[in-house]
């Protein structure tokens, strides 16, 4: 293995995670994609020169990129949570023995808490919540130095993230709210208050919900580095659902065109956002421009039958109904019984179909 080989790999990832940190405003589904194949690509390539070299600082570099790369997805394209692959484990598994020869060693190279913290990434890629929580909590209370503040940060949102995953809201909440003493900019900020209003949201205190998603997304900056667009775009779709819950329809819409007007027109946020936008036109009598959004919704997306389709159908049938066009609600209320999707309406469908 070449020095030069492994020096170009460490510059692409680097490279890769400064256009991931100055990304701005919403990443297209192509482009996270393309980030995944960059990462994959990477990490093929540093595992591959860790098993050939015998050069034992290259060996070393190799590895640490590959920690590196696991965090970075985990981070920036995974949002703290991760899906325990083959190739997931894997890798767990050699960064886990790395660290543990590094430790027999005595080697200064990782500080006792960066290992501690990637100890627990490594359990958390290897589907082993419990051991990655409890490396996650020892960092946490680690008195050693952490000057960007980022372990601390981040082992307080993955621990409230694992407590989100087991319903305990309470705990949840409150392990957010300490990740907020390490946020180190207005989008970090921003993020961990999405998080905690998650938990509020779940634990039915809206009001409260409400207030850290309103003041997130006032410190949210696409045009700062690590901007979090999924967070932003959530706090956004939980600010009009609130407000549509309590039938604050001006406010509620406001929240869905914001959200129509940031995504993709090919994701689902975008179906939700128009779908709620025909329901709140439908909830004040705009039968006309319910219909036009609706179908909209439905033309965005190539999903397969699901409730959420059919509970579309069903509001456009009965805005056809409310405009007197019967011929154009019979073709809806017939794509509902034909459907094999389970759907709670369906009886009252074919009701209305009936009586056609």
């Known amino acids: ?123 958390l890629y290897s589907g082993d919540a419990g051991r990655a929580a409890a490396g996650f909590r020892e960092a946490c209370a680690s008195e050693q130095s952490d000057e960007a503040n980022d372990i601390k940060y981040k082992s307080f949102v993955i621990l409230g993230n694992l407590s989100h995953e087991e319903r305990d809201y309470a705990q949840a909440r409150e392990l957010h709210d300490q990740s907020l003493r390490y946020s180190s900019n207005n989008n970090v900020t921003a993020q961990a208050l999405a998080l905690k209003a998650l938990n509020s949201y779940a634990l039915g205190d809206y009001d409260e919900a409400l207030a850290h998603f309103q ?15 999924y967070f932003y775009r ?18 509620a819409a406001e929240f869905y065109e914001r959200v129509a007007e940031t995504v993709e027109q090919t994701s689902y946020d975008y179906f939700d956002a128009l779908a709620h936008l025909g329901r709140i036109h439908y909830a004040s009598q705009r039968y006309d421009q319910a219909v036009e959004v609706l179908e909209r919704a439905l033309r965005s997306q190539k999903m397969s039958e699901n409730e959420y389709v059919a509970d579309t159908w069903f509001l456009i049938a009965r805005a056809h109904l409310k405009r007197n066009d019967a011929a154009a609600a019979r073709g809806y209320l017939q794509k509902i019984t034909a459907s094999d999707v389970r759907y709670a309406k369906k009886p009252q469908a074919e009701e209305l179909l009936a009586r056609m």
């Open 234 to 251: 959530n706090a956004m779709l939980f600010c009009g659902a609130i407000h549509f819950d309590r039938k604050d329809y001006v406010k």
């Open 1 to 123: 293995m070449t020095r030069g080989k492994l020096n170009e790999l460490v510059d692409r990832r680097v490279a890769l995670e400064t256009r991931l940190q100055h990304e701005k405003g919403e990443p297209s589904e192509s482009a996270v994609r393309g980030y995944e194949k960059e990462y994959s690509d990477l990490q093929r390539e540093l595992a591959g020169l860790f098993r050939k070299s015998e050069d034992e600082h290259e060996r070393i570099v190799a590895m640490l990129e590959m920690m590196r790369i696991l965090e970075n997805r985990l981070v920036y394209l995974q949002n703290f949570t991760v899906d325990p692959t083959s190739d997931n484990r894997m890798l767990a598994q050699l960064v886990t023995q790395f660290i543990d020869e590094l430790a027999r060693s005595h080697s200064p190279i990782l500080t006792s808490l960066e290992a501690i913290y990637y100890r627990a990434v490594a359990a």
């Open 215 to 229: 003041e997130a997304l006032t410190l949210f900056d696409p045009a700062q580095p690590f901007f979090n667009s």
